[in-house]
């Protein structure tokens, strides 16, 4: 299972681009995070299956004029920085950021890396690594 970022032109948004794609190739996929507007489109999906199936679905889209992009950065948290004033948890999308005990906790898998977090962190706790 990969994550990628989807996004879509004026006229491509208006199609069941993702939808044709899951049927047509048979690959699952579990969208994680959407903002569909008129004239454009961006998701965030888990593409299920190994890398042939995940191969076959984002080719597909590619062929149908979806941008598709792998994420393949993590998101990290700087234990010395953070204050766990759990400025984060109040603007992240997913589960990535729960707090438990009153302490900051961050699940990688969960996280979609859209950066949310790291814009608000008053003490520059959270980076993106990529690769
Ligand atoms: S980048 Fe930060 S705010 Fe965005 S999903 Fe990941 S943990 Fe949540
Ligand atoms: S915003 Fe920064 S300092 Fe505050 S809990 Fe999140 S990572 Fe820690």
């Known amino acids: 299972m990969n994550k990628y970022v989807l996004k879509y032109s004026t006229d491509e948004v208006k199609k069941p681009a993702l939808a044709e794609a ?3 190739t048979g690959v699952m996929v579990n969208i994680l995070l959407a903002d569909v507007e008129y004239s454009k489109g961006m998701m ?3 593409v299920l299956g190994d890398d042939k199936k995940q191969k076959k679905l984002t080719d597909y889209l590619r062929k149908h004029s979806v941008e598709v992009e792998k ?3 993590t998101i990290l948290k700087d234990d010395d920085r953070c204050i766990d004033c ?3 948890y109040g603007v992240c999308p997913t589960k990535a950021i729960t707090i438990k005990d ?3 906790q961050l699940d990688k898998d969960e996280c ?5 977090c790291i814009e608000v962190c008053p003490v520059r706790a959270l980076s993106l690594q990529e690769g």
């Open 22 to 24: 899951i049927l047509e």
């Open 44 to 46: 965030v999906v888990a």
């Open 71 to 73: 994420l393949e950065s």
């Open 86 to 88: 759990c400025a984060c």
């Open 102 to 104: 009153w302490k900051m």
């Open 112 to 116: 979609i890396r859209c950066k949310a």
